[in-house]
Structures are given as C-alpha cells and as structure tokens.
C-alpha cells in the first residue's frame, strides 16, 4: 500500500513562501511514490471552537463542518505536514481555529479513553511542521511549537522534523532562499522512503 502524506496549508496567502514551501515537500513525497493530498484552510469552511463543552459529554463535536471533515484525513493518513507562516510570533489564526477543533478528540483520549494510540502507530505515523518568517532572528519559530506539538499528540503523530526558513523579508521570498525548496522536497522523499521501508518490515515474518 502506498503512502498517504497530507498536506495542510494554513496561510491565507495563496501560493505564498509557506504554501510553496509544502509544495516542494509534496512534490518531492510523490516523486517517491506517496499519494499525496494538499488541503487549503481559508477555502474551508469551518467555524472556531465554541467552547461549549459538549464533546466532554459525547466524545462529537456539534458543530458539523469542515473541520470534521478534515480530522477524518488527518486520522487516516501516514504522515502529515502542516505549515504556517508566522503571524505576530506565532501560527495562522486559520491553523490556530482548525487545531482548537479538535478537542473532541482530547474527550476521546482523556474523558472517554476510547481513542488510543500505540507507541508503534506513533511510530509510523510522522509529522512535519512546515513555517516560514519575516525577521532574521533564531527563535522566531519558538511561538509556533507548542501548538504544532498539541496537535501531533492529539492524532497520534510522532513530531519528526521542521521545515522552517526565516529571513523572508531579505530573501524577497521563498524562491530567493539558497536552499530551502531543495530541503523541503529533499525531506518529503526521505520521509517518505522511511515510510515505505517501516511498512515492509512489519509486514516480513519474524
Ligand atoms: C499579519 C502578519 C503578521 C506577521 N508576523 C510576523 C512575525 O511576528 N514575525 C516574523 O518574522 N514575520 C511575520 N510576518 C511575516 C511572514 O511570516 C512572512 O512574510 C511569511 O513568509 C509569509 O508567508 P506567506 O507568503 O505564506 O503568507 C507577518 C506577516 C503578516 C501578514
């Protein structure tokens, strides 16, 4: 079976320095063979959390969009790449309203301990934080991790690796930057063969 890899843009700038960043990390897991599927938050539509508390009774979200939608894939798929510019030191209010929907599943794992992830499922199971930055500084990506990190626990994905770039201002974009579309689509091959590779051995006999 092939490798499924979904990709999901949470820039509201269509084809921007982030979005072309998960493009050549796509481009390069279909190279290698994955089936691959980009989905677009700001074309979504879906609404932020109410915080209504009712999944903490039923384990369902009652607002039936979107969002619900885009958990099934999430729940489905081999790896998961999820990018974000920074924005005021942190991610997207598009990808910031997605992850806060998916507090039905914190009910599912902690209320009603019906969801479960194995330590081997996690390990198959790889995420990728994809971001770029305006400024020059180190630590501009730091705001963005936790969230990432929350959503990677919450659907049973191990946090693999980042694919992040600052600096954008000086480059004059993502296309400028010496090389972070060849990394991009050079880790979406890696992962991918990795991928590949863990799945053929579990299926060897001992
Ligand atoms: C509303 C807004 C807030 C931003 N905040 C920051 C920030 O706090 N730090 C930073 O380094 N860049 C910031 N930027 C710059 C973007 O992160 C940068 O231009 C990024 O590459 C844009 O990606 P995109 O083309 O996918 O939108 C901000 C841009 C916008 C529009």
Redesign the pocket.
């Known amino acids: 079976m092939s490798i499924s890899v979904l990709g999901i843009s949470g820039?509201?700038?269509r084809h921007?320095?982030?979005?072309?960043l998960l493009d050549s990390f796509l481009d390069g897991a279909k190279t290698t063979g994955a089936e691959i599927e980009k989905v677009v938050l700001k074309d979504l539509d879906y609404a932020p959390c109410r915080g209504c508390n009712a999944c903490h009774k039923s384990g369902e979200c009652v607002v039936r969009d979107d969002a619900i939608v885009l958990f099934d894939k999430v729940l489905k798929c081999d790896c998961l790449a999820i990018a974000s510019?920074?924005?005021?030191?942190g991610i997207t209010a598009e990808l910031k309203g997605f992850i806060d929907r998916g507090q039905f599943l914190w009910a599912r794992k902690f209320i009603f301990k019906t969801l479960y992830f194995t330590d081997d499922h996690i390990r198959r199971h790889k995420g990728l934080f994809i971001s770029?930055?305006?400024?020059n500084?180190d630590h501009?990506f730091d705001g963005a991790f936790p969230a990432i990190t929350a959503i990677f626990n919450g659907t049973g994905f191990e946090y693999y690796d980042n694919i992040i770039a600052?600096n954008?201002?000086e480059y004059k974009g993502?296309r400028n930057h010496p090389t972070a579309l060849k990394e991009a689509f050079e880790k979406g091959q890696n992962v991918v063969a990795l991928l590949e590779k863990m799945q053929k051995d579990a299926a060897q006999p001992a």
């Open positions: 820039s509201p700038h921007g320095n982030t979005e072309t510019p920074i924005y005021t030191m770029t930055a305006g400024q500084w501009v600052n954008m201002d993502i």
